[in-house]
């Protein structure tokens, strides 16, 4: 289409006072100019499909995804970046192609007319015109670049507070906290309008220069390269003819100088899009960067400077949990035990930083926190959760079962009100928080771990529910490990681990004394 567009341009040339008759030419143009739009979108729209598909094959490997939010922070706002970011790089990127294409096949086109027409001297003043101009504008523009970065970071950051205030607004109205937030993101929209400000004043001034060096300055160096030819009566040529070639090789020179403004912009997105696709790589062979914050804890501060992460060694073990003079540790430094030789559960979502842990293989140990995720899709899907219909099918179990995990946490109920295993609901809005801490104690019975860790995750549960799901869990042989500040719960374990916040830690068995005193 691209080519056929010029060819027109060429027709138009050579018979332009036939032009104003031709209806049918005017048809044919405006048929490659559709065409051309739609092969644009077209390439816009899987550039963008191809493009996203490879980047959430890695962003979903594994606990990437994770890794990306919590154990490194070289990206924030990763949602933006695999969304608005990649639409607008691919977008920015077919763009480019189209301002670039035509204006160089016009270009080559134009100078080989040019060159047989008045000489190879024209056309090689204009070409070194528009190799001086696009370097002297690039350096001009090379800020547009760095302004772009900042401007979708302050875009990103915009949009997290105002997705935070929605997320937790049940939380901020019980603080009574509006005035605190709505100062917040007055702060984070002024610093993204402070900023839009000074690149709208840039790009405008930019504007005013690549108007001069691409356009006007542009069409008088054309004019005075075509006319010399032309001040001598021995150097007969047509001059209508290269009079329109001499205008439309300025103008397409002068949409090559303009496209590098472009250029600069799209270099702000493709440094963003790299950054991702390089970090997404490095989580992914289990390198990762954070930037460590000082606490001003003597103790932290020199165990944080010696934590490297990944240094420790995983054993796989059934039946075993066990950690070896393995430092615990939070991704962000913070040192919870300094020594740990103990036979305790983690979900390997932290780095191991020292020392070897045992531990059974990935599905034989099962998380259970406080507020359990309830994911898209049917009732069937919140009990088998992360397992598919076919995989239940896989395992042998019935939906009678699952029936009967649902009577274990008293949500039979709920089987009973949609009518069917496949209804369909927001469950998150649905189920109340004591059911959703339920259903999350249902799924744990469906996938039977050998190992259960239960972050205060029935502490919206009553009692007596409470007391059958922890005596349920021990009847089919699912040894637990809870974080709860019940003292109902303590009945269901035999020992105990207390930490004081300086690195230390004591572990001893749970006695009566122990019930009695402790909290």
Same mark, same amino acid.
């Given at each position: 289409?691209?080519?056929?567009?010029?060819?027109?341009?060429?027709?138009?040339?050579?018979?332009?006072?036939?032009?104003?008759?031709?209806?049918?030419?005017?048809?044919?143009?405006?048929?490659?100019?559709?065409?051309?739009?739609?092969?644009?979108?077209?390439?816009?729209?899987?550039?963008? /499909?191809?493009?996203?598909?490879?980047?959430?094959?890695?962003?979903?490997?594994?606990? +990437?995804?994770?890794?990306?939010?919590?154990?490194?922070?070289?990206?924030?706002?990763?949602?933006?970046?695999?969304?608005?970011?990649?639409?607008?790089?691919?977008?920015?990127?077919?763009?480019?192609?189209?301002?670039?294409?035509?204006?160089?096949?016009?270009?080559?086109?134009?100078?080989?007319?040019?060159?047989?027409?008045?000489?190879?001297?024209?056309?090689?003043?204009?070409?070194?015109?528009?190799?001086?101009?696009?370097?002297?504008?690039?350096?001009?523009?090379?800020?547009?670049?760095?302004?772009?970065?900042?401007?979708?970071?302050? /875009?990103?950051?915009?949009?997290?507070?105002?997705?935070?205030?929605?997320?937790?607004?049940?939380?901020?109205?019980?603080?009574?906290?509006? +005035?605190?937030?709505?100062?917040?993101?007055?702060?984070?929209?002024?610093?993204?309008?402070?900023?839009?400000?000074?690149?709208?004043?840039?790009?405008?001034?930019?504007?005013?220069?690549?108007?001069?060096?691409?356009?006007?300055?542009?069409?008088?160096?054309?004019?005075?390269?075509?006319?010399?030819?032309?001040?001598?009566?021995?150097?007969?040529?047509?001059?209508?003819?290269?009079?329109?070639?001499?205008?439309?090789?300025?103008?397409?020179?002068?949409?090559?100088?303009?496209?590098?403004?472009?250029?600069?912009?799209?270099?702000?997105?493709?440094?963003?899009?790299?950054?991702?696709?390089?970090?997404?790589?490095?989580?992914?062979?289990?390198?990762?960067?954070?930037?460590?914050?000082?606490?001003?804890?003597?103790?932290?501060?020199?165990?944080?400077?010696?934590?490297?992460?990944?240094?420790?060694?995983?054993?796989?073990?059934?039946?075993?949990?066990?950690?070896?003079?393995?430092?615990?540790?939070?991704?962000?430094?913070?040192?919870?035990?300094?020594?740990?030789?103990?036979?305790?559960?983690?979900?390997?979502?932290?780095?191991?930083?020292?020392?070897?842990?045992?531990?059974?293989?990935?599905?034989?140990?099962?998380?259970?926190?406080?507020?359990?995720?309830? +994911?898209?899709?049917?009732?069937?899907?919140?009990?088998?959760?992360?397992?598919?219909? /076919?995989?239940?099918?896989?395992?042998? *179990?019935?939906?009678?079962?699952?029936?009967?995990?649902?009577?274990?946490?008293?949500?039979?109920?709920?089987?009973?009100?949609?009518?069917?295993?496949?209804?369909?609901?927001?469950?998150?809005?649905?189920?109340?928080?004591?059911?959703?801490?339920?259903?999350?104690?249902?799924?744990?019975?469906?996938?039977?771990?050998?190992?259960?860790?239960?972050?205060?995750?029935?502490?919206?549960?009553?009692?007596?529910?409470?007391?059958?799901?922890?005596?349920?869990?021990?009847?089919?042989?699912?040894?637990?490990?809870?974080?709860?500040?019940?003292?109902?719960?303590?009945?269901?374990?035999?020992?105990?681990?207390?930490?004081?916040?300086?690195?230390?830690?004591?572990?001893?068995? *749970?006695?009566? /004394?122990?019930?009695?005193?402790?909290?």
């Amino acid at each position: 289409m691209l080519v056929t567009r010029t060819y027109c341009d060429v027709w138009m040339i050579q018979n332009g006072t036939m032009i104003e008759r031709s209806q049918g030419l005017s048809m044919s143009i405006a048929l490659v100019n559709n065409f051309l739009k739609l092969g644009l979108y077209e390439l816009k729209l899987r550039f963008r /499909e191809r493009l996203t598909k490879n980047l959430y094959d890695q962003y979903l490997q594994g606990f +990437t995804y994770y890794k990306m939010g919590n154990l490194d922070n070289r990206i924030a706002n990763a949602d933006q970046l695999l969304t608005q970011d990649v639409e607008k790089f691919c977008n920015s990127v077919v763009d480019l192609y189209s301002n670039l294409s035509k204006p160089l096949l016009d270009i080559v086109l134009y100078i080989f007319k040019l060159t047989s027409a008045i000489g190879a001297q024209g056309p090689a003043v204009m070409m070194s015109y528009l190799l001086i101009s696009g370097l002297f504008l690039t350096r001009l523009r090379r800020p547009i670049g760095r302004m772009t970065v900042t401007e979708q970071r302050y /875009e990103g950051e915009y949009r997290f507070v105002n997705s935070r205030l929605i997320t937790n607004s049940e939380e901020i109205a019980f603080y009574n906290g509006n +005035t605190r937030e709505k100062q917040t993101i007055y702060s984070t929209f002024k610093k993204l309008v402070d900023h839009l400000h000074n690149f709208i004043f840039f790009r405008c001034s930019m504007g005013f220069v690549d108007s001069m060096i691409a356009k006007y300055v542009a069409t008088v160096v054309g004019y005075l390269v075509v006319s010399r030819p032309f001040l001598t009566p021995s150097h007969p040529r047509h001059l209508h003819s290269t009079h329109s070639e001499r205008m439309l090789c300025s103008a397409a020179l002068g949409r090559i100088v303009l496209a590098g403004r472009e250029m600069t912009r799209l270099s702000g997105f493709t440094s963003r899009i790299t950054e991702l696709m390089k970090v997404l790589r490095e989580l992914n062979a289990g390198k990762y960067e954070r930037t460590m914050v000082s606490q001003g804890k003597a103790l932290n501060t020199i165990f944080k400077l010696v934590l490297v992460p990944g240094s420790g060694l995983i054993i796989n073990r059934d039946n075993l949990i066990k950690f070896d003079h393995a430092p615990l540790a939070t991704p962000n430094g913070d040192v919870l035990i300094r020594d740990l030789t103990f036979e305790l559960a983690v979900q390997s979502l932290w780095p191991l930083f020292g020392g070897r842990l045992t531990k059974p293989e990935r599905g034989k140990l099962f998380y259970v926190p406080q507020r359990p995720y309830m +994911t898209l899709g049917s009732l069937r899907d919140q009990v088998i959760y992360p397992d598919t219909h /076919e995989d239940q099918q896989q395992k042998g *179990i019935p939906d009678h079962i699952l029936k009967e995990y649902l009577d274990n946490v008293q949500l039979g109920h709920i089987l009973d009100r949609e009518g069917s295993w496949d209804s369909v609901q927001d469950w998150m809005d649905v189920l109340s928080g004591g059911e959703k801490q339920r259903m999350a104690m249902a799924r744990l019975f469906y996938h039977k771990p050998q190992f259960a860790i239960l972050d205060e995750c029935t502490s919206a549960v009553s009692v007596d529910v409470e007391d059958f799901i922890y005596s349920h869990c021990r009847t089919v042989g699912i040894t637990l490990f809870t974080v709860s500040h019940r003292k109902s719960l303590w009945k269901h374990h035999e020992y105990y681990l207390h930490m004081d916040g300086r690195g230390n830690y004591e572990f001893k068995p *749970i006695s009566e /004394e122990t019930v009695e005193f402790g909290s």
